[in-house]
């Protein structure tokens, strides 16, 4: 591995054991073996090395999400549903979940404005992602249609299962839960 690769190893190291705002670009630099100077020569700066790295470890979850591909129910049908939500619910219950720092990193993300416009923009590749997980199909057929309705609403239980999650995981629905709920939302809508 390169210092580029190091770096980016060491940051993802570091978010999970320190966080975003307790990381400084010494932490990175101890844990992957480089220099202070690598930081801006590969990444511009340490919040921006933080981001890249968060990101990836975003996307390296996407196997999680499938459960090693054993996802039951025709795509679209409510077997999937709550198939793919125990998956990710699972990496939730995990100790050191990745998704303890995505709370840090939106409760601060007002005060690092070029970082959450990277990964605001990480965010909807991310809806854009996880669609074929749900629907089927491959990411490159998704629509942009769909990403902004459907892949939003994805996210946005994605966002407020991490938020109780983190906050109380003893009273935090499972995915039969979520499933009970997304079938009592179509029966009040009439089936339609």
Known sequence: MGHREDLLEGAKRCLLAKGFLRTTARDIVKESGTNLASIGYHYGSKDALLAQAYVEMVEGMSDAFEGGGALRGEPGSLERFTDVWANIIQTMREPGS???????????????????????????????????????????????????????????????????????????????????????????????
């Not at 996880?130 to 946005?156: A, K, M």
């Open 98 to 192: 990745l998704w303890r720092l995505s709370m840090e990193i939106v409760a601060m993300g007002d005060q690092l404005p070029e970082v959450r416009a990277h990964l605001a923009r990480a965010q909807r590749e991310g809806a854009r992602g996880i669609l074929p997980l749900f629907l089927g199909g491959h990411e490159d057929d998704v629509t942009d249609e769909q990403v902004d309705t459907l892949g939003s609403f994805y996210l946005t239980l994605m966002m407020g299962l991490m938020a109780q999650w983190t906050f109380d995981p003893e009273s935090a629905p499972d995915a039969e839960r979520l499933t009970a709920g997304l079938r009592q939302v179509i029966e009040a809508a009439g089936g339609k």
